[in-house]
Nanobody
Framework: VHLVESGGGLVQTGGSLRLSCAAS?????????IAWFRQAPGKEREGVSC????????NYADSVKGRFTISADNARNTVDLQMNSLKPEDTAVYYC??????????????????????WGQGTQVTVSS
């Protein structure tokens, strides 16, 4: 499985960015849960959002609920993260991750990321105050 993130950049507080994760090497992306994680300098990696592509179920960290929206296009093998009302504390490297979840339509773990088996290289998001 190969994951490539794009869409990061510099934005002012209150602005928006849309991250995209392009996946390849899958049999079918719908058998996977895809997540976005982030890691800021000096901080632990944290789960931001994930989507179970079989059931369509999603999960969000409390810190981004109401501001971020995750979506998947199984035909294009992409998972996007729309980020609105960005804050300086959203500044981090954002990573896309994947985990086989066939048979469990509600598998949407967010935590440290140990459940995920495949990772992208990350994209930098910087929110200026």
């Amino acid at each position: 499985v190969h994951l490539v993130e794009s869409g990061g950049g510099l934005v002012q507080t209150g602005g928006s960015l849309r991250l995209s994760c392009a996946a390849s090497g899958f049999t079918r992306m719908k058998y996977y849960t895809i997540a976005w994680f982030r890691q800021a300098p000096g901080k632990e990696r944290e789960g931001v959002s994930c989507i179970n592509n079989s059931g369509g179920t999603t999960n969000y960290a409390d810190s981004v609920k109401g501001r971020f929206t995750i979506s998947a296009d199984n035909a294009r093998n992409t998972v996007d993260l729309q980020m609105n009302s960005l804050k300086p504390e959203d500044t981090a490297v954002y990573y896309c991750a994947a985990r086989w979840s066939y048979g469990n339509n509600y598998y949407t773990p967010l935590g440290s990321g140990v459940e995920y088996t495949d990772w992208g290289q990350g994209t930098q998001v910087t929110v200026s105050s």
